[in-house]
């Protein structure tokens, strides 16, 4: 089962911040967070991914807790082509690279 | 990164028929999965494809219904046996390279069973 639960849904105006909860409260200190999102139609695609510091690369930054059980995954400048649905996943740092997805938060950028 | 190719994108099969759906990466790659994405749902996993041993499944699949190949690092194959309107579904292969972590995804393949 995943770890991860999210909002089934939210909504952002083009050009504002989207910042997009996750709730991982049984992670454990071997665990990275991860963050894809699948735009319709096509196969998920990486975002971002940290284990304890804050994260930052061309597409989102991700903030997690400093007791690690909750991240938000923020899109800074949301565009009508962020639009997807967004995937928080729990995956251990070795060992097995299964990524067991959750049920994900759409996320829907409004003109 | 991985560049993925799964054919064939889509398909429209007859119940009781099998579909062998492919994946070609474009580089060796040491760890592949199958995974099963139902109308309106998120992704659930059906199973690790192992180089030159039987696959690893996840609860609920079970090699007869879902036979999987992977004769080399780079190419897979899923089977789905025995077709009901209930395999309808997007199928997608997805890739982890050599010395990465992050998990590549192929387009799919959007299959309907009638």
């Known amino acids: 089962d995943a770890k991860t639960t999210q909002p089934p849904s939210m909504d952002c105006a083009e050009g504002r911040a989207a910042n997009l909860p996750c709730n991982h409260s049984?992670?454990?200190?071997?665990?990275?967070v991860y963050w894809y999102r699948q735009i319709h139609s096509q196969g998920p695609q990486y975002i971002i991914h940290?284990?304890?510091n804050n994260e930052t690369n061309e597409m989102a930054s991700l903030i997690i807790t400093e007791d690690r059980k909750s991240s938000t995954l923020i899109l800074p400048h949301a565009t009508l082509r962020d639009t997807a649905v967004y995937y928080c996943?729990?995956?251990?740092?070795?060992?097995?690279?299964?990524?067991?997805f959750g049920t994900g938060t759409r996320l829907k950028v409004l003109a | 990164s991985a560049v993925i190719s799964q054919k064939p994108s889509r398909d429209i099969c007859q119940r009781g028929t099998s579909l062998t759906i492919q994946c070609q990466v474009d580089?060796?790659?040491?760890?592949m999965f199958w995974y099963r994405q139902q109308p309106g749902q998120s992704l659930t996993l059906i199973a690790t494809?192992?180089?030159?041993?039987?696959?690893?499944?996840e609860s609920g699949f079970v090699i007869d219904k879902f036979p999987i190949s992977r004769p080399n690092l780079t190419f897979s194959t899923l089977t789905v046996s025995n077709m009901s309107p209930e395999d309808s579904s997007i199928y997608l292969c997805?890739?982890?390279?050599?010395?990465?972590?992050?998990?590549?995804f192929g387009s799919g393949t959007q299959l309907s069973v009638l």
């Open positions: 997805s890739v982890v390279t050599f010395g990465g972590e992050k998990l590549f």
């Open positions: 049984t992670i454990s200190g071997n665990e990275y």
């Open positions: 940290g284990l304890k």
């Open positions: 996943i729990v995956r251990p740092t070795s060992g097995t690279y299964k990524y067991i």
């Open positions: 580089s060796q790659v040491t760890m």
């Open positions: 494809a192992n180089q030159g041993s039987e696959a690893t499944y």
